[in-house]
């Protein structure tokens, strides 16, 4: 069975940092593109960064400078380093899994709150 899990979240002042990994029992993980989403009350799910497998990244422009994603292939672990946090980055965080066709493997999501 396919599973996804996060850690990592927490309450956090503006300005501050925290980390999310996210463990994946896929065995062929390194042949998946992963990602990271979020979804604050009332708001649609974004997706906030992407890794391919060969290490490539890309952002949503809200992020870019502030958050890094990475990935640690014989862990079978995606992480995101979220750095200067700022409120509107509060949300239900989300990794997923890609095998080419489509977001099909989701977590159940660790909660980052960033007060002001």
């Known amino acids: 069975q396919v599973q996804l899990v996060e850690s990592g979240g927490g309450s956090v002042q503006a300005g501050g940092s925290l980390r999310l990994p996210c463990v994946a029992s896929?065995?062929?993980?390194?042949?998946?593109?992963m990602g990271w989403f979020r979804q604050a009350p009332g708001k649609e799910r974004e997706r906030v960064a992407g890794?391919?497998?060969?290490?490539?990244?890309t952002y949503a422009d809200s992020v870019k400078g502030r958050f890094t994603i990475s990935r640690d292939n014989a862990k079978n672990t995606l992480y995101l380093q979220m750095n200067s946090l700022k409120p509107e980055d509060t949300a239900m965080y989300y990794c997923?899994?890609?095998?080419?066709?489509?977001?099909?493997?989701w977590g159940q999501g660790t909660q980052v709150t960033v007060s002001s």
């Open positions: 997923a899994a890609n095998p080419g066709l489509g977001w099909r493997y």
């Open positions: 896929l065995y062929t993980y390194s042949r998946y593109y």
């Open positions: 890794i391919d497998r060969d290490g490539s990244t």
